[in-house]
């Protein structure tokens, strides 16, 4: 959000003048005219640090009632002089005589003896406030929220009230702490004033907060806001009631609704933007700048059904439309954006933060938002303190972020740097990290995105020296014409324009639905008419994505989906209740139910149904005992058993890819957790939801996510396929549901849990018990940590072994495979390229027979050292694919790109020289490439096989060359 540091005043004042003028003229007595006129100054006493309605900031007292005493002091005539302090000075000083009046005070009969009151010229409401998406409880009465965690000012007055109506409080020192702990989901409400909160939440970019009412506790009563005078200046009080009665209460009201929308804001009205005839001809002259945006920073820049989409954009549409500038975007990922706009090759980067480092190369504007930075961990991350907890962790971050000297300074290795935050996040998820520090628009999307159920927040990532993301327009040093012109019209756009870009993507309003007449054709309305009825199966218990509760109601996320879906529906659905997913199937199988709520394609499924695009993807995971190691891919257990639901696909997807798995087929999750924790089965294979959902809601503790299946669960609706209209009309109905619509629904269920702040004073009472029994156990538990780190460091080194290949140090083939294929799902769900290569090392027999296999393990160390050093990017692997063979993948880029890099590296590889006795041994390779942006109907399977087509062909030519899959 941006803040209120350069502009004194805000917008919504920028009317007073003429809201003054249409005012009434007080009638002031001779006496009080002339008290008026003798009278130099009227010193106010004001309570400091009491946002938004009086603080002191960029050297001078800003707030809601330091504007409304600007207006009394211009209406009444009095200079009024303001003094800031807390309360009990101000309080004091006032009944001392040394203050004249005190305003923001309310009325009691105590009080009244003597101090004279205005009547109120505002009422401080006390509000709940919650998350606009957490749609589990409401906050319309007490019973609503016991349970929940409410935070509250520390020692606020209206504390031993919400303890009296059982609510459990949690104690914030500060406001922007108590609104961070609802944003981060610390607690569930919070209890301040409305005004408070809303600036509050505005100024600390929370935009997900919304007010909820006072819950009917009918003790919060609202706080009047009065003027005081001592009843010995009855004459400075008359002026000052006759002065607060000439002003409309409807201006006032104006005032209070302006600090509430626009507050913290550096705006002016703006005037039309005027450009300069240089300017003018400097936009004649260029048909197009190039814009470098990001295509995973949700709700800002992302990519969306393969279209640009976010606040950015829309931001850069209004640029457009106001200066006739043609932007030209180009997607691509923070490090790769970075380094082209440094290079010359992008005009203007979107959401880059300022730094004087980057200022060498980058015209700023100013800055359009704030984003906080938090720190993710995974559910076993055990204690997290604060930032120290990180030292010997292994951290993730993006590549090119600001704070990366900052935070690898607080840590013992660098933090491992990414070019795609979403593949950041899943490492983070199934256990290659131990945290990662992100945006927090960005993770908590990924979290939805992926339902990554086993992260959590642990606090905000504010080290000394860091703030808050600043998004920016980067603009190039040799375009300061173009700087100015998107400066200019950036301060052109309107307050209210402002608040529709952060309406439109920040707190996203749900969108007008279509009605069925435009949605489905003729055919489809009448296929609808005369079908009446349409029949659902559902799977009776598999929360968090469906329930039958009690046996009939349909809840979890896709009865969300569907509650969307229904009012558009000119038709009725009705639920056939079964008692299990097998039943369900075989009720399908029946045609007893026309469509499946939820359920992902398989062949044998295909036979029967038909299936709509998915609407929720999800990962297929491998849950095991928390004293088991992290599983590096099925192929590595399968002496092992699996339990898996009866009837799943992933059961069916498992029983066609793992012939040889042992699988114990259950009825649904909890009983395959509970054989689980029994021992009865080494592994359970489900979705991450549910697992987590489970592990979630029982409090297990001897349950972990050991690993990530390489198919992931797309789920969409299934049809019966004798009847294809339906598969038609519920696509229709599906693309009707938005993003944000999407994500409220899954942040509703795959809820991001977070850690919680520890309460020292408890650990202080319970220390003063324990000191003793501490001194015994301190020896034994500091040898514990000795041995817990050497583990740690023994576990990362097995997962290393399990993932490298020991002669090379390159990745293995099984890991390869495994991730390959997670790559390649993410490029086809995307539409990004993912470009192959296989690279074969020619006549390597030779060597070996010749100079001895000894001498071929040198050949190939110094082979694999040229293909390293040409992959090093995020998104490039690099691995011994078997013998001399070895295989490569990257993603992004252009179709030639990886054969120009093939090109490199086979020339790189021919002058290797490896001296054995004086004599010179040389190498050449054979590179097959295939590349392609795959669609729903590509598999990596058949990638690899164009690649090694491709390498068969460069063989066949003559060996030492590149050669392209051609088709």
């Known amino acids: 959000m941006v803040k209120l540091s ?8 920028l009317a007073l003048p003429s809201m003054m003028q249409a005012w009434a003229t007080p009638s002031f007595s001779q006496e009080e005219m002339n008290f008026i006129a003798k009278k130099k100054s009227v010193i106010i006493g004001v309570v400091n640090d009491n946002e938004p309605y009086s603080f002191f900031r960029d050297g001078t007292e800003k707030g809601f009632s330091v504007d409304f005493l600007r207006m009394l002091e211009k209406k009444s005539g009095l200079k009024l002089t303001i003094r800031m302090g807390n309360w009990t000075d101000i309080y004091n000083a006032f009944l001392a005589g040394q203050i004249d009046v005190i305003d923001e005070i309310s009325y009691t009969k105590e009080r009244a003896e003597k101090i004279l009151f205005t009547e109120p010229y505002h009422y401080r409401k006390t509000v709940f406030f919650k998350r606009a998406d957490d749609s589990r409880f409401t906050a319309d009465s007490p019973a609503n929220l016991k349970g929940r965690k409410i935070g509250v000012a520390k020692d606020i007055y209206y504390l031993p009230i919400l303890r009296e109506a059982g609510l459990d409080t949690v104690e914030y020192s500060n406001y922007a702490d108590l609104m961070k702990s609802l944003a981060f989901g610390w607690t569930d409400a919070v209890v301040a004033s409305e005004l408070t909160g809303k600036f509050i939440a505005r100024e600390n970019s929370l935009p997900n907060i919304i007010s909820a009412g006072n819950a009917g506790i009918g003790k919060l009563q609202d706080e009047d806001f009065r003027l005081g005078v001592r009843r010995d200046e009855r004459i400075l009080f008359s002026i000052m009631e006759k002065t607060l009665n000439s002003i409309p209460k409807s201006e006032i009201s104006d005032l209070e609704k302006c600090w509430a929308t626009f507050s913290g804001r550096e705006i002016t009205k703006p005037d039309k933007i005027k450009l300069t005839h240089e300017e003018e001809q400097f936009i004649r002259s260029h048909s197009a700048f190039s814009v470098g945006l990001m295509p995973d920073y949700s709700p800002f820049s992302f990519v969306s059904n393969g279209e640009s989409a976010g606040y950015t954009l829309s931001l850069l549409d209004m640029i457009s439309r106001q200066t006739g500038i043609t932007f030209l975007y180009s997607v691509n990922n923070w490090s790769s954006l970075l380094h082209g706009f440094r290079d010359g090759k992008l005009d203007v980067i979107a959401d880059i933060t300022y730094t004087k480092e980057r200022a060498d190369y980058t015209l700023f504007t100013d800055e359009y938002f704030r984003i906080p930075n938090v720190v993710f961990i995974r559910d076993d991350f055990g204690s997290y303190t604060g930032l120290g907890s990180l030292k010997n962790r292994r951290v993730g971050i993006m590549s090119e972020i600001f704070y990366t000297k900052t935070l690898n300074s607080l840590l013992n290795s660098p933090a491992k740097e990414y070019t795609s935050q979403d593949e950041m996040m899943r490492d983070l998820s199934f256990g290659r990290l131990d945290a990662v520090v992100t945006a927090l628009n960005a993770g908590n999307n990924i979290i939805k995105k992926y339902a990554l159920v086993n992260l959590k927040i642990a606090g905000a990532f504010t080290p000394e020296g860091v703030s808050m993301e600043d998004l920016r327009f980067g603009i190039n040093p040799k375009y300061p014409l173009l700087h100015s012109i998107i400066k200019k019209a950036m301060a052109g756009i309107s307050p209210e324009d402002r608040l529709r870009l952060e309406n439109q993507w920040i707190t996203a309003k749900v969108p007008e639905s279509a009605s069925p007449n435009q949605l489905f054709t003729r055919e489809e309305l009448l296929y609808l008419k005369n079908k009446k009825v349409i029949r659902m199966c559902v ?11 009690g046996g009939k109601t349909h809840v979890g996320i896709a009865a969300d989906f569907f509650a969307l879906i229904k009012p558009k529906l000119p038709a009725e659905i009705v639920i056939v209740p079964t008692a299990s997913w097998e039943e369900t199937m075989l009720a399908v199988k029946s045609r007893k139910c026309d ?94 939801p549910s697992i987590g959902y489970q592990i979630s809601q029982q409090k297990i503790t001897d349950v972990k996510i050991s690993a990530r299946l390489s198919q992931d669960w797309e789920m969409g609706i299934a049809a019966r396929n004798d009847e294809p ?94 991730n390959a294929v997670q790559v ?144």
């Open 595 to 688: 469509i499946l709520s939820l359920a992902m394609k398989t062949p044998e499924r295909m036979k029967y149904l038909n299936f709509t695009k998915p609407y929720l993807v999800v990962p297929n995971v491998v849950a095991t005992s928390v004293n088991e190691p992290f599983i590096d891919g099925l192929e590595s257990v399968m002496d092992r058993t699996f339990g898996s639901v009866k009837g799943y696909a992933i059961t069916e997807v498992l029983k066609r890819t793992y012939p040889g798995l042992k699988i114990v087929e259950v009825k649904n999750d909890e009983e395959g957790i509970r054989m689980l924790q029994q021992g009865r089965i080494y592994g359970y294979i489900g979705t991450m």
């Open 725 to 818: 209209q339906l598969t038609a009309i519920f696509q229709k109905l599906i693309n009707t549901i938005s993003e944000d619509q999407k994500n409220r629904i899954l942040g509703n269920w795959l809820s991001i849990r977070y850690d919680q702040r520890i309460d020292y004073s408890l650990l202080i009472k319970v220390a003063v018990m324990a000191i003793l029994f501490i001194a015994v156990m301190l020896y034994w538990s500091t040898k514990l940590k000795r041995l817990n780190k050497k583990l740690t460091e023994a576990n990362i080194l097995l997962q290393e072994l399990s993932e490298k290949d020991s002669l090379t140090g390159l990745y293995n083939r099984r890991y390869f495979s495994a």
């Open 824 to 967: 390649f799902g993410t490029c086809r769900r995307e539409g990004v390229r993912f470009s192959m290569a296989i690279l074969d090392l020619d006549h390597f027999k030779r060597i070996n027979d010749t100079y001895g296999h000894l001498t071929g393990d040198l050949c190939l160390q110094k082979a694999a050292y040229v293909i390293k050093s040409h992959f090093q990017r995020e998104n490039d692997t690099a691995a011994r694919y078997g013998g001399e063979e070895f295989a490569v993948y990257t993603t992004g880029g252009e179709e030639n790109s990886l054969r120009q890099y093939m090109e490199t590296v086979r020339s790189d590889i021919e002058k290797i020289c490896v001296d054995v006795d004086g004599v010179c041994i040389r190498m050449t390779v054979s590179i097959g490439v295939f590349s392609i942006i795959p669609d729903s109907g590509d598999t990596l399977d058949e990638a690899v096989r164009k690649a090694d087509d491709a390498l068969y062909k460069a063989k066949e030519n003559g060996r030492n060359r590149v050669e392209t899959y051609s088709g």
């Open 539 to 549: 799977d009776p218990n598999w929360i968090p994505f469906e329930q039958l509760k």
């Open 6 to 13: 350069r502009f004194f005043t805000l917008f919504c004042l």
